[in-house]
């Protein structure tokens, strides 16, 4: 065996921009050296392998070559410091790895034992690798049967590839444990319910009371109650218990939603206790990023519970993600995780100051601590757009951050604009899901006013005749989705029509068409960027906008992706952290897009259409040939949504 002073053997996981690949670490115990080895023939990263092992502080030479094509080196560690090696998926843009120096903290939480009907809560720090000690933690239980739990389909993929040398191990989302053990209830039909079906089984008589109902549904799955709560009108409260009771019917003649599938799991503990039993621990990463009922539902007495987490990097407030049953949780075992491996400890004591200056609830106790050997700076008098132009004129490749959509673009047009032709921009998932989501909706707008019926794309604007009644209808329910839409379109109908806007688009396409990996700027949204790093991290000047924990849990997020380079902040949002005062709006200039769209970041054409006004209605809700919903059925797991490619309405 090797000695304990080395690395750990096994296979790895790392990202070079959005491309990942598996690499594998062999103890060779006839020569006592460790070997590293990776395919060639596959599509993941290889470029920067000498590169993160020079930065883990490793010697890498070329071990030899086969006729299959296989890298092959010999690993020499430069220090006897005990670690093990991660590859640090932190930063995002260019691979690295780094060596984790088992902490006190490390070394407590390894050897921490948990009963069966016992729990664990692991706070840690960004950049922290906790995934990487829950890993460890389970190496060291081979005896044990362990459940990994993720809370969406993206979490459990990567989990997968984490965990898989563990025989032990099985990953799984919260959401396919519950559909397998509630079928008797869906019998496999299972996706979103269509508004007309609601409307014709509850007798609504408006779409608003179809919204109310739908609205009130998606709060209870949600919460970890057994109870529609808060709400004083009798009859909203019936309709939900007659749908309620349609579902747990088995014979529902309609698709059941992901959502209320889970929460059946989650009431009965029943259901619970026989989809668990197979398992001695359940492990559940990133549980600040799960809803009350999801954390409820893994809470049984037969088996034991791990739980890692870090309530500051809870940003899916908007999903009701509320995080108060993780706050009031009670678990007999609390530890901490605050050394992070990923920055040092400038970025790590401006983190401490921002936890500290949140809205209550505030963890005093709780301190982020950065790694002294890593020196990131910290910048906090420069203008974003004028750092980023630096950063471009010294070579340096940067990550722009922003709140919204509206920013991101805004500052995109200008760099654009600013920038050398010979330097490379892209957006965060490519630059087609951005314009899909926020430029073609303009698009259609354009047809629409010109009568072009046959040529808009979006299903839904094309039910409409004429551009008023729609914006009337926008006005009316304070659309927020098209709203914004249709100030663009009037900024730039006196200028132009369809046909020079489509042409502007495919311009602007040609201009932003690197990916993300080989771009020197790379510009994305809070919420897209989560879970990843960059060595230069550029912030823009729309956080703080109120005095909320989720507004300070963003920031937090945002600050925290920086690495080894600078992480660039407004003055104007340091004075808002200082101060917790609101934000004030922005000066408006006859340039600015920064009002002209929205921020959902999300494809428009996968939503479920907005009411309609009632000359609009019959046609719209009209149901498919043969009555039946127009949409297929759906595997469990696309239920999952993807956070980094998410962004709040």
Not at 491 to 512: C, H, I, N, R
């Amino acid at each position: 065996m090797p000695p304990d002073a080395t690395l750990q053997p096994g296979r790895y996981m790392y990202q070079e921009g959005p491309a990942q690949s598996t690499f594998e670490i062999v103890w060779q115990e006839s020569q006592s050296q460790y070997l590293f080895s990776q395919a060639l023939d596959g599509q993941g990263p290889r470029t920067g392998v000498l590169e993160c092992l020079e930065r883990g502080r490793w010697k890498a030479s070329l071990c030899s070559t086969s006729s299959t094509p296989l890298l092959v080196l010999k690993l020499e560690p430069l220090c006897s410091t005990p670690c093990v090696l991660q590859m640090d998926r932190s930063d995002g843009l260019c691979c690295r790895a780094q060596r984790l120096e088992e902490s006190e903290e490390w070394k407590e939480i390894l050897a921490q034992p948990v009963d069966t009907g016992k729990a664990m809560l692991i706070t840690a720090a960004p950049g922290s690798g906790k995934t990487t000690l829950l890993r460890e933690w389970c190496r060291g239980r081979p005896n044990n049967n362990i459940l990994v739990l993720a809370f969406n389909r993206a979490v459990s993929e990567q989990m997968r590839e984490n965990f898989r040398e563990l025989g032990n191990v099985t990953v799984k989302t919260i959401h396919a444990v519950a559909h397998g053990a509630t079928r008797h209830l869906h019998n496999d039909r299972v996706g979103e319910v269509s508004g007309t079906d609601l409307k014709t089984f509850l007798e609504c008589r408006t779409w608003d009371e179809v919204d109310s109902q739908r609205k009130r549904l998606t709060e209870f799955c949600a919460s970890s109650s057994d109870r529609l709560l808060g709400h004083p009108d009798p009859r909203t409260r019936q309709r939900h218990k007659v749908l309620w009771e349609h579902f747990g019917s088995g014979r529902c003649s309609f698709r059941m939603p992901h959502d209320v599938y889970l929460k059946f799991f989650q009431l009965d503990k029943s259901l619970r206790s026989k989809a668990f039993a197979d398992y001695d621990t359940i492990v559940l990463d990133e549980a600040q990023d799960c809803t009350d009922c999801m954390l409820d539902a893994v809470k049984i007495h037969q088996a034991a519970c791990v739980m890692a987490c870090d309530p500051r990097q809870n940003i899916y407030q908007f999903r009701h993600v509320t995080g108060e049953c993780l706050r009031g949780m009670q678990v007999d075992h609390r530890m901490s995780l605050s050394q992070s491996f990923r920055f040092g400890e400038a970025i790590a004591a401006f983190l401490t100051k921002i936890a500290r200056k949140s809205p209550p609830p505030v963890d005093l106790g709780f301190t982020v601590r950065g790694l002294p050997g890593i020196e990131s700076r910290l910048c906090l008098d420069a203008d974003p757009h004028d750092a980023i132009l630096q950063l471009l004129r010294d070579g340096k490749n940067a990550v722009v951050l922003a709140r919204k959509n509206s920013t991101l673009w805004l500052e995109a047009m200008k760099l654009l604009a600013d920038m050398d032709d010979d330097k490379a921009a892209a957006f965060v998932g490519g630059f087609h899901e951005f314009a899909t989501s926020q430029l073609i909706p303009v698009l259609d707008l354009f047809f629409l006013k010109e009568g072009r019926i046959s040529d808009i794309r979006s299903p839904y604007v094309n039910k409409f005749r004429s551009l008023d009644s729609f914006r009337g209808l926008c006005e009316d329910k304070q659309d927020m989705d098209w709203l914004p839409k249709f100030s663009l379109l009037d900024s730039l109908s006196s200028k132009m029509g369809s046909t020079q806007f489509a042409e502007y688009l495919d311009e602007v396409a040609g201009k932003l068409s690197a990916q993300s990996h080989e771009a020197d700027v790379v510009f994305a949204t809070v919420h897209q960027f989560k879970g990843l790093g960059f060595e230069n991290v550029v912030l823009l000047e729309d956080f703080l906008e109120s005095y909320t924990e989720e507004e300070y849990n963003i920031f937090y997020v945002a600050c925290s992706r920086v690495s080894t380079g600078t992480l660039f902040v407004r003055p104007g949002t340091v004075r808002l952290l200082e101060s917790g005062g609101n934000r004030r709006k922005r000066p408006r200039s006859a340039q600015d897009f920064d009002d002209y769209f929205d921020d959902c970041f999300e494809p428009m054409f996968d939503e479920e259409p907005y009411p309609l006004s009632d000359e609009d209605e019959e046609e719209f809700w009209a149901p498919s040939d043969g009555g039946e919903s127009a949409y297929e059925d759906e595997d469990p797991e696309e239920a999952d949504e993807e956070e980094e490619d998410t962004q709040e309405p």
